[in-house]
């Protein structure tokens, strides 16, 4: 705000730089529009399917576990 009241050539240079950093900063929000939206679109489609890449995780860490050895009577049965 200072280099816009100050006159000086040094206060005027200072001013065009911040009003160019901010137009280069909008036209960079501008650009990147499209890859947020597509972002949003993907966290959506993907989020409703939690769930089901939970349970399917579950799934594949029961094929994981080691099988419990089934124990067997040592002797004879009569």
Same mark, same amino acid.
């Given at each position: 705000?200072?280099?816009?009241?100050?006159?000086?050539?040094?206060?005027? /240079?200072?001013?065009?730089?911040?009003?160019?950093? +901010?137009?280069? *900063?909008?036209? +960079?929000?501008?650009? /990147?529009?499209?890859?947020?939206?597509? *972002?949003?679109?993907?966290?959506?489609?993907?989020?409703?399917?939690?769930?089901?890449?939970?349970?399917? +995780?579950?799934?594949?860490?029961?094929?994981?576990?080691?099988?419990?050895?089934?124990?067997?009577?040592?002797?004879?049965?009569?």
């Amino acid at each position: 705000m200072w280099a816009g009241v100050l006159r000086s050539k040094r206060a005027i /240079h200072v001013n065009i730089a911040i009003m160019r950093a +901010f137009v280069k *900063l909008r036209e +960079f929000a501008a650009s /990147h529009k499209t890859l947020a939206t597509k *972002l949003e679109q993907l966290e959506r489609k993907v989020g409703g399917h939690d769930g089901q890449i939970r349970s399917l +995780f579950d799934a594949i860490r029961q094929l994981m576990e080691p099988p419990t050895p089934k124990s067997r009577r040592i002797g004879f049965k009569t």
